[in-house]
């Protein structure tokens, strides 16, 4: 008789188990890569609360969206959020009930924090403003609040005086550790937690106002670095970064050459608009001409908006549950949703 030991798990008498059938290698994609048809039927029977004048009065200046884009794309993504929304708060309860820590009433609710991240005139803005407009319409989450990380920038008299003017946008020309505190209290359920608010107009930040956001059921935090992972502190140790605090993130995805031609439109824009009153900082660029202007916006972007997009920004992309790919027309393409 033979003394070769049996397969693991052949039981005597039984007949080997089957082999799983493979149409091919086994993925270890972190994402399921969706086309934009694919999406779009994912929305199911989710009804477009949104008017096409309510879409535009969304709409960040340069941005191409309609209502085809907002029923394809954004319809999807917020039955999504909502269906996270309702598995986080039931996974939250399942650990509570766990821990015998009944949660209590004054502190239920914890807010959902969505982070949204993406290069400068990619559109993140507007992606932000309509998942608030869209999100606050569903019954289970009325109260939908929207924070920029440009009320955390440095003050420019604080950048001057570091020498980071030539690097704002770039992860150090944030405080940091008062954004993370301020979501982190949010997160926490305090009843009131206040951010700084950033003027385009004077490109700074605005003393002695402050953005006051209380108990909401949703935060959306929408920044340039908002994915950033924690720095080592002094100490060598680990910190909390705010992305450490996000249930759910989107990176707004494009290629370089589309985002750049996109910054140079905005800028035109502007120059024809905002830039045309007296107190904004800009206003010089509509004392020259058009070409000259081009080249002050050219250079910005040559030095300062596409380095900080190839080394901290894009860098990010595959920390982000959900990534939104734009072509050249501002349009979203394709998606890659990060599997659980």
């Given at each position: 008789?033979?003394?070769?030991?049996?397969?693991?798990?052949?039981l005597?008498?039984?007949?080997?188990?089957?082999?799983?059938?493979?149409?091919?290698?086994v993925?270890?994609?972190?994402?399921?890569?969706?086309?934009?048809?694919?999406?779009?039927?994912?929305?199911?029977r989710?009804?477009?609360?949104?008017?096409?004048?309510?879409?535009?009065?969304?709409?960040?200046?340069?941005?191409?969206?309609?209502?085809?884009?907002?029923?394809?794309?954004?319809?999807?993504?917020?039955?999504?959020?909502n269906?996270?929304?309702?598995?986080?708060?039931?996974?939250?309860?399942?650990?509570?009930?766990?821990?015998?820590?009944?949660?209590?009433p004054?502190?239920?609710?914890?807010?959902?924090?969505?982070?949204?991240?993406g290069?400068?005139?990619?559109?993140?803005?507007t992606?932000?403003r309509?998942?608030?407009?869209?999100?606050?319409?569903?019954?289970?989450?009325?109260?939908?609040?929207?924070?920029?990380?440009?009320?955390?920038?440095?003050?420019?008299?604080?950048?001057?005086r570091?020498?980071?003017?030539?690097?704002?946008?770039?992860?150090?020309?944030y405080?940091?550790?008062?954004?993370?505190?301020f979501?982190?209290?949010?997160?926490?359920?305090?009843?009131?937690?206040?951010?700084?608010v950033?003027?385009?107009l004077?490109?700074?930040?605005?003393?002695?106002?402050?953005?006051t956001?209380?108990?909401?059921?949703?935060?959306?935090?929408?920044?340039?670095?908002?994915?950033?992972?924690?720095?080592?502190?002094?100490?060598?140790?680990?910190?909390?970064?705010?992305?450490?605090?996000?249930d759910?993130?989107?990176?707004?995805?494009?290629r370089?050459?589309?985002?750049?031609?996109?910054?140079?439109?905005?800028?035109?824009?502007?120059?024809?608009?905002?830039?045309?009153?007296?107190?904004?900082?800009?206003?010089?660029?509509?004392?020259?001409?058009e070409?000259?202007?081009?080249?002050?916006?050219?250079n910005?972007?040559?030095?300062?908006?596409?380095?900080?997009?190839?080394?901290?920004?894009?860098?990010t992309?595959?920390?982000?549950?959900?990534?939104?790919?734009?072509?050249?027309?501002?349009?979203?393409?394709?998606?890659?949703?990060?599997?659980?």
């Open positions: 008789m033979s003394t070769a030991p049996r397969a693991a798990g052949h005597p008498g039984l007949p080997p188990p089957p082999r799983p059938a493979h149409n091919g290698p993925s270890t994609k972190p994402y399921v890569d969706l086309s934009r048809a694919d999406w779009s039927a994912l929305r199911e989710t009804p477009l609360p949104l008017t096409a004048a309510e879409v535009e009065e969304l709409r960040g200046l340069g941005d191409v969206i309609d209502l085809d884009e907002v029923r394809d794309i954004y319809l999807p993504l917020s039955r999504l959020l269906l996270y929304v309702a598995a986080t708060h039931g996974l939250r309860n399942a650990l509570n009930t766990f821990l015998d820590r009944p949660e209590r004054e502190r239920s609710g914890t807010p959902f924090v969505i982070g949204i991240a290069s400068v005139a990619v559109g993140k803005s992606v932000a309509l998942l608030r407009a869209l999100l606050a319409r569903w019954p289970e989450h009325p109260r939908v609040e929207l924070v920029t990380t440009d009320g955390f920038l440095l003050p420019k008299a604080e950048l001057e570091r020498g980071l003017m030539a690097r704002k946008g770039f992860p150090e020309s405080d940091r550790r008062a954004l993370t505190r979501v982190a209290d949010v997160k926490a359920g305090k009843p009131e937690v206040s951010a700084p950033y003027s385009h004077v490109y700074d930040i605005v003393p002695d106002e402050r953005l956001v209380h108990r909401p059921d949703i935060l959306i935090v929408e920044g340039l670095n908002v994915l950033q992972p924690a720095l080592p502190g002094s100490d060598g140790r680990t910190r909390l970064a705010v992305a450490d605090y996000f759910f993130s989107v990176y707004v995805d494009a370089t050459a589309d985002i750049e031609r996109w910054y140079l439109n905005r800028f035109r824009k502007l120059r024809q608009t905002a830039f045309q009153n007296p107190r904004s900082y800009f206003h010089t660029y509509t004392q020259v001409s070409e000259e202007a081009l080249d002050y916006a050219r910005t972007w040559r030095t300062i908006n596409c380095p900080n997009l190839q080394q901290n920004i894009a860098p992309r595959g920390r982000a549950t959900l990534q939104l790919h734009k072509g050249p027309d501002h349009k979203v393409e394709r998606l890659s949703l990060r599997k659980l």
